[in-house]
């Protein structure tokens, strides 16, 4: 059975930084893609960030410079580094990876429950 579990959220004042966590059980961060991924109060979820297994990179262009998507093998951790905060970063983040099969990585992906950031003024 696999989890992810995010951790890190809070409120913070805009220009500010926060660092999100996904810890993973029964899953092995490194072996397929991974991500973070965000949903707005009224919007669709929405593609941040994604880090492939031979450690490409991409983000959406809302946060490029200011996010950084990375993962620690030996903790089997997931994290996102969000500096300079904006007021329009407030959302529920997910972390997300891609389902392992016999034959390599599927397109489905397992998804944590999120965590709330929230960025004033």
């Known amino acids: 059975q696999v989890q992810l579990v995010e951790s890190g959220g809070g409120s913070v004042q805009a220009g500010g930084s926060l660092k999100l966590s996904c810890a993973a059980s029964g899953y092995r961060f490194g072996l397929c893609g991974v991500g973070w991924y965000r949903q707005a109060p009224g919007k669709e979820r929405e593609f941040v960030s994604t880090?492939?297994?031979?450690?490409?990179?991409t983000y959406a262009d809302s946060v490029k410079g200011r996010f950084t998507i990375s993962q620690d093998d030996a903790k089997n951790t997931l994290y996102l580094q969000m500096n300079s905060l904006k007021t329009e970063d407030t959302a529920v983040y997910y972390c997300?990876?891609?389902?392992?099969?016999?034959?390599?990585?599927?397109?489905?992906?397992?998804w944590g429950q999120g965590t709330q950031v929230t960025v004033s003024s």
């Open positions: 880090l492939k297994r031979d450690g490409t990179t």
């Open positions: 997300a990876a891609e389902m392992r099969a016999w034959y390599g990585c599927r397109s489905d992906k397992y």
